[in-house]
C-alpha cells in the first residue's frame, strides 16, 4: 500500500487475517499526521492546496506529465474525497501496535519524500518485528512512479521470498 494504502495495510495486518502473505508499504508511517493549513485549505480553497500538495508531493526531478496526472487524478475526486482521505490519515496513529504485526514487512521510504519523511519508514521498521527496509534515492512521496525500476528492485526479492 502506498501513502494512505499503507496505512490501510497496517490496519489489516492488525487484525491478523490468515491469507495476509505480508506487507509492503511505501511511503507510510506508523502515524501520518496532515497540518491544519492542508484540512483547512481542501475545504476552503481545493484547487490551490491540490497545488500544494502536488508540489511537496514529489521530486523536484519528477516528469511533469507525472504529476499532471497526479494532480488531476486528485482534483477530479473532488474537495470532499480528497479531505476524508486526509482527515483520516491525520486520525491514523497504530505507533503502540505495530510490535503485533506477524507477518514479514517490507517498508519503501523516498530519500526526498517530504508529506511522510524517510525517518516515518525508519519508525516502522523499529516497530514491526523482522521488518526489513528499502530506501529509494531521488524519489519523492510518489517514488514509484518516479523511480518505478529501484522500486521494483527491492519489492521483487521480497515477493519471491513470500513465495
Not at 114 to 138: F, N, T, W, Y
Request: charged share 15%; hydrophobic share 45%.
Amino acid at each position: 500500500g502506498h501513502s494512505m494504502g499503507a496505512a490501510i495495510g497496517l490496519a489489516l495486518a492488525l487484525l491478523q487475517p490468515p491469507r495476509l502473505a505480508g506487507l509492503v508499504l511505501l511511503g507510510g508511517g506508523p502515524a501520518m499526521p496532515v497540518s491544519q493549513p492542508i484540512l483547512d485549505g481542501l475545504t476552503g480553497n481545493f484547487v490551490q492546496t491540490v497545488g500544494l500538495i502536488m508540489k511537496f508531493s514529489w521530486n523536484k526531478g519528477a516528469r511533469s506529465l507525472d504529476r499532471e496526472v497526479a494532480t488531476q487524478h486528485m482534483l477530479s475526486a473532488g474537495a470532499e474525497t480528497v479531505w476524508g482521505d486526509f482527515a483520516a490519515c491525520n486520525a491514523f496513529d497504530v505507533s503502540d501496535r505495530l510490535g503485533e504485526i506477524r507477518v514479514p514487512s517490507l517498508i519503501v521510504g523516498g530519500v526526498l519524500d517530504r508529506m511522510m519523511p524517510l525517518h516515518q519508514s525508519e519508525m516502522l521498521v523499529k516497530g514491526i518485528p523482522g521488518a526489513g527496509l528499502a530506501v529509494i534515492d531521488e524519489a519523492g512521496h510518489y517514488m514509484h512512479v518516479e523511480q518505478t525500476n529501484q522500486v521494483n528492485r527491492e519489492l521483487l526479492p521480497f515477493l519471491h521470498e513470500l513465495g
